[in-house]
């Protein structure tokens, strides 16, 4: 069984920092592609940051948090982590790690549960 457990989230204030992690499980870890994407209320989902899997480890940002969040990942823990920065209040969102076999930048096969991530001033 394939799970993605996400955690990290919580309550921070404008320009302070939040490190996420996702923990994998049931498949290949350095096979598959990984992302991180939120979702505010009303809004739907859209893609943060992803990275490829381990043969190039490439990755892509969304323009609204390029240079403030870093996606990396940890073969060896089975784990993605999202390190950002410099946090807004449009940064407020549920967060959801995502894994596939080809690319997690466009949609993904797997989904975690989310974790919450509230930015006040």
């Known amino acids: 069984e394939v799970k993605l457990v996400e955690s990290g989230g919580g309550l921070v204030q404008v320009g302070g920092s939040l490190n996420l992690s996702c923990v994998a499980s049931g498949f290949t870890f350095e096979d598959y592609a990984l992302g991180w994407w939120r979702q505010a209320p009303g809004q739907s989902r859209t893609v943060i940051a992803c990275?490829?899997?381990?043969?190039?480890?490439?990755?892509y940002y969304a323009d609204h948090v390029k240079g403030r969040f870093t996606i990396s990942r940890q073969n060896a823990k089975n784990t993605v982590l999202l390190h950002m920065n410099s946090l807004k209040t449009e940064d407020t969102a549920e967060y959801y790690c995502?894994?596939?076999?080809?690319?997690?930048?466009?949609?993904?096969?797997?989904w975690g549960q989310g974790t919450q991530v509230t930015v006040s001033f």
């Open positions: 995502a894994a596939d076999s080809r690319e997690a930048c466009t949609g993904a096969n797997y």
């Open positions: 990275i490829s899997d381990s043969t190039n480890g490439l990755t």
